[in-house]
């Protein structure tokens, strides 16, 4: 049972109550993020994430920390390429204290020039140490190939010269313009009543005045051609990144792509496991990965290899794509991916920080929760064939996208022989 309040200016309110729980979770969610950012201040939801940990009037830094910390909680924040959200998991007695310091930190932050500055070299060293790990740098490599000179093709850190340009009239502008009522959602789970929270809610959130919905720059898939970046590297291993655009947030068959993704590398008993790995022993780490947004997505395929191997690798993996398409599932590994499919939903929704997460996230991005009855109705109504065209609409050969960092200096030409011919 969702419980869904909006109050007058805006601001949404989702609880949902699990009394057998002595937890509860909380998140307050801004509809902002890295997409919603120009090449000249790319990085700043990221920077502004950040600072709010820094004090906020009512609360230094220190006290944020202890006050949550202190009572066995824990806090946390994130920034995605849509969302940034702002979160606490604690004792279900403290709920009110967890609210009033995300509030604090969201409505009255200080954003002093000296945290500004020091946070500054923070967020370098955060995108050096991401540089330096070529399984997520490989990622990023791969969003510039899918989304060129786009806000969601470009890091959600920022750049070193975005970052470097950022300063604390730009951080503060933001935070007023963005963090509004239309665009915040706050987000509960736990031991806790409705009624009361929407109410404590509101009182902390009213006298924000609204303003307009936060938009952000429309993503343009370029389907035309098949694309590489190939990153020549000193590594022990290649670190390869494949994938093709997917299907929005919302799209009619997103739980037929979320099947798709189960049966070919979501899990150890997953074709790109067995074939790759199990059989062949070509790479320690394989799988497949959805990415959604509210107007496209992504199909990813990453895997870490002997660099020795890449060529054939690359062919195997692209030989299971592909055949997906022309093939259907057999019964046995259809009837797997849905038992898998809703098996990891029912044990996520089991714990009161990814139940917090997950309707939230739902009412910051489509205004709307699907009850756990009609999600489970809808995977059982998914047929084979549904799989069959899911596949064949995003596994298209010339919108293939490929990204890998490694010793491949003298590989790139086979490379790209091997995705240009497929």
């Known amino acids: 049972m969702y419980n869904k309040t909006k109050l007058s200016n805006g601001v949404r309110v989702v609880t949902h109550r699990m009394s057998g729980m002595q937890s509860v979770a909380v998140g307050v969610f801004i509809k902002v993020g890295g997409r919603y950012e120009s090449e000249e201040n790319k990085g700043i939801s990221h920077y502004l994430e950040h600072l709010l940990f820094k004090g906020s009037k009512k609360y230094s830094c220190r006290k944020i920390k202890e006050s949550i ?21 604690l004792p279900a007695r403290h709920l009110n204290q967890g609210l009033d310091i995300l509030s604090d930190m969201v409505i009255n932050p200080l954003l002093s020039k000296s945290d500004i500055d020091k946070e500054r070299t923070v967020i370098l060293e955060e ?16 969003d510039e190939l899918l989304w060129p ?14 970052v470097n340009r950022i300063n604390q009239e730009w951080i503060s502008g933001f935070q007023k313009d963005r963090y509004t009522p239309l665009n915040i959602v706050v987000s509960a789970a736990g031991n806790l009543e409705h009624d009361l929270f929407s109410g404590r809610v509101e009182k902390i959130f009213s006298h924000l005045k609204s303003r307009n919905l936060n938009t952000f720059f429309k993503a343009k898939d370029d389907k035309s051609r098949a694309k590489i970046n190939i990153l020549d590297k000193n590594t022990e291993q290649t670190h390869l990144a494949l994938g093709f655009h997917g299907l929005k947030r919302d799209h009619p ?61 690359i062919n195997l993996i692209l030989k299971e794509v592909y055949k997906i398409k022309e093939y259907p599932v057999t019964p046995d590994e259809f009837k797997r991916a849905k038992e898998f499919y809703l098996g990891q939903l029912l044990l996520a929704l089991e714990d009161t920080m990814d139940h917090m997460l997950w309707v939230g996230e739902s009412v910051a991005s489509l205004d709307k929760i699907d009850s756990l009855s009609k999600i489970i109705e809808e995977v059982e109504a998914v047929k084979k064939q549904d799989i069959l065209t899911v596949a064949a609409q995003i596994f298209n050969s010339q919108d293939l996208n490929l990204a890998a960092i490694g010793p491949l200096k003298d590989k790139e030409s086979m490379i790209r022989g091997i995705v240009e011919k497929k």
């Open 69 to 89: 910390e202190g009572v066995g909680g824990s806090l946390n924040g994130f920034t995605s390429e849509e969302l940034t959200c702002y979160l606490a998991k």
């Open 127 to 142: 995108l050096k140490m991401y540089r330096d790990l070529p399984q997520s740098y490989v990622q990023e490599l791969l």
């Open 149 to 162: 000179e786009q806000p969601l093709g470009s890091s959600i850190i920022g750049t070193v010269e975005s």
């Open 253 to 313: 068959l997103k739980h037929a792509l979320g099947l798709l993704n189960v049966v070919l590398g979501a899990n150890m008993s997953s074709r790109l496991f067995n074939e790759v790995r199990e059989k062949r022993g070509l790479a320690y780490e394989i799988g497949t990965q959805v990415k959604r947004f509210q107007d496209t997505g992504a199909f990813l395929v990453h895997a870490g290899m002997d660099s020795n191997k890449v060529a054939e690798s």
